[in-house]
């Protein structure tokens, strides 16, 4: 099979061994003209990258998501992703987002981000974020996003990689979609497996449009080696999953147990302390055998969300009997929750200290 994509970049190095990579699997192959690049790149500055390259090749690539898009027997939704901390991912993916919301304005934009290790990746990493967090914010009907430093940590704590590379990080946030975006039963769906993914998520977690930002978090996670020694039942999972959330811990090594949820629901509750992360909305997806039977209440408390939205709006369940991934059960959360508050707000400190520092 061929993806439905389209591959952009001011340079052609990844491109070319994203394109190698595929083929050589022999289970399926990008386009053969479905993908650009130049050969310079954006100097890793964000307005250089939507200010220049994006409007210099904007007919180009407006017409290969064209040719993807007339594929569809339907256009359920796009899904942007892009890295944020160099000049091209944040400012022409950024450029692009900016088009295709134009073209599409009804279809459902998804934009998956990147954002960089917090000690530094690029000098200018957090104005490139920034500026693009800022513009997509008007443009995307959902963000999701990944912290390049918590899945450096699973591949470091839970996968027990000694040399972490980028394909390790790319294969566990690869994980973490799939299990987000593979065929799935919702509430509504009657038998039918979904057709638009893009969409079911962003009706089901963006419930506000000034709350647009999600996490995501998967477990099991564990080396391929310890998978046939481990038993999986579903109470395990999921009471440290419902933990995960409520104490705003990104992984099973090192959950704070002591975080509870507030007594009471409603207006008139009041939160424990700064360490519970109240959430607008969650997703819980289920994937393996005896889905049927988990038992997922812990999710419904009313004490987990915010007083101006029902738990039965805020809480919504996908489920699908066949296992992802070579892990007989797995559950994955997808949370509009306070869990991207402080990263951000480090992300904004940052820029904003190197601006007054000017």
Same mark, same amino acid.
């Given at each position: 099979?061929?993806?439905?994509?389209?591959?952009?970049?001011?340079?052609?190095?990844?491109?070319?061994?994203?394109? $190698?990579?595929?083929?050589?699997?022999?289970? /399926?192959? &990008? %386009?053969?003209?479905?993908?650009?690049? #130049?050969?310079?790149? @954006?100097?890793?500055?964000?307005?250089?990258?939507?200010?220049?390259?994006?409007?210099?090749?904007?007919?180009?690539?407006?017409?290969?998501?064209?040719?993807?898009?007339?594929?569809?027997?339907?256009?359920?939704?796009?899904?942007?992703?892009?890295?944020?901390?160099?000049?091209?991912?944040?400012?022409?993916?950024?450029?692009?987002?900016?088009?295709?919301?134009?073209?599409?304005?009804? $279809?459902?934009?998804?934009?998956?981000?990147? /954002?960089? &290790? %917090?000690?530094?990746?690029?000098?200018? #990493?957090?104005?490139? @974020?920034?500026?693009?967090?800022?513009?997509?914010?008007?443009?995307?009907?959902?963000?999701?996003?990944?912290?390049?430093?918590?899945?450096?940590?699973?591949?470091?704590?839970?996968?027990?990689?000694?040399h972490i590379s980028f394909g390790d990080v790319n294969r566990v946030i690869a994980h973490q979609l799939g299990s987000v975006l593979q065929p799935a039963l919702t509430a509504d769906s009657h038998g039918v497996y979904s057709r638009n993914p893009v969409g079911e998520l962003v009706s089901a977690l963006a419930c506000h449009p000034e709350y647009k930002l999600l996490s995501v978090c998967t477990i099991p996670q564990m080396p391929s080696s310890s998978i046939a020694y481990s038993t999986f039942n579903w109470p395990g999972p999921l009471r440290h999953l419902r933990?995960?959330?409520?104490?705003?811990?990104?992984?099973?090594?090192?959950?704070?147990?002591?975080?509870?949820?507030?007594?009471?629901?409603?207006?008139?509750?009041?939160?424990?302390?700064?360490?519970?992360?109240?959430?607008?909305?969650?997703?819980?997806?289920?994937?393996?055998?005896?889905?049927?039977?988990?038992?997922?209440?812990?999710?419904?408390?009313?004490?987990?969300?915010?007083?101006?939205?029902?738990?039965?709006?805020?809480?919504?369940?996908?489920?699908?009997?066949?296992?992802?991934?070579?892990?007989?059960?797995?559950?994955?959360?997808?949370?509009?929750?306070?869990?991207?508050?402080?990263?951000?707000?480090?992300?904004?400190?940052?820029?904003?200290?190197?601006?007054?520092?000017?």
């Amino acid at each position: 099979p061929v993806a439905r994509a389209v591959l952009v970049d001011m340079e052609p190095k990844v491109i070319n061994q994203s394109i $190698s990579r595929a083929a050589k699997s022999g289970r /399926w192959r &990008y %386009g053969e003209t479905s993908h650009f690049s #130049q050969k310079q790149g @954006s100097g890793n500055n964000w307005a250089n990258g939507f200010c220049v390259h994006g409007p210099r090749h904007r007919d180009v690539v407006e017409e290969l998501v064209r040719r993807e898009v007339e594929r569809c027997d339907r256009l359920a939704g796009l899904m942007a992703m892009m890295s944020v901390a160099g000049g091209t991912g944040s400012g022409v993916g950024t450029y692009v987002t900016q088009c295709l919301r134009d073209i599409y304005p009804k $279809s459902f934009i998804l934009n998956h981000l990147t /954002w960089p &290790y %917090g000690t530094g990746e690029v000098i200018v #990493q957090n104005y490139n @974020s920034v500026l693009t967090l800022a513009h997509l914010y008007q443009l995307s009907d959902a963000i999701l996003v990944h912290e390049n430093d918590t899945v450096h940590r699973i591949c470091s704590q839970l996968l027990n990689i000694k040399h972490i590379s980028f394909g390790d990080v790319n294969r566990v946030i690869a994980h973490q979609l799939g299990s987000v975006l593979q065929p799935a039963l919702t509430a509504d769906s009657h038998g039918v497996y979904s057709r638009n993914p893009v969409g079911e998520l962003v009706s089901a977690l963006a419930c506000h449009p000034e709350y647009k930002l999600l996490s995501v978090c998967t477990i099991p996670q564990m080396p391929s080696s310890s998978i046939a020694y481990s038993t999986f039942n579903w109470p395990g999972p999921l009471r440290h999953l419902r933990q995960m959330l409520i104490s705003n811990t990104k992984m099973e090594e090192g959950i704070d147990w002591q975080v509870r949820a507030p007594a009471g629901s409603g207006g008139t509750r009041s939160l424990t302390g700064p360490s519970f992360n109240t959430s607008l909305a969650n997703l819980l997806i289920l994937r393996g055998k005896d889905v049927y039977s988990a038992e997922t209440g812990g999710f419904e408390d009313a004490a987990l969300y915010t007083s101006w939205l029902s738990s039965e709006a805020a809480f919504s369940l996908w489920k699908s009997p066949v296992p992802f991934n070579k892990y007989e059960k797995s559950a994955t959360l997808v949370s509009n929750s306070q869990a991207l508050l402080r990263p951000l707000d480090n992300m904004v400190g940052k820029a904003w200290n190197m601006f007054a520092s000017r």
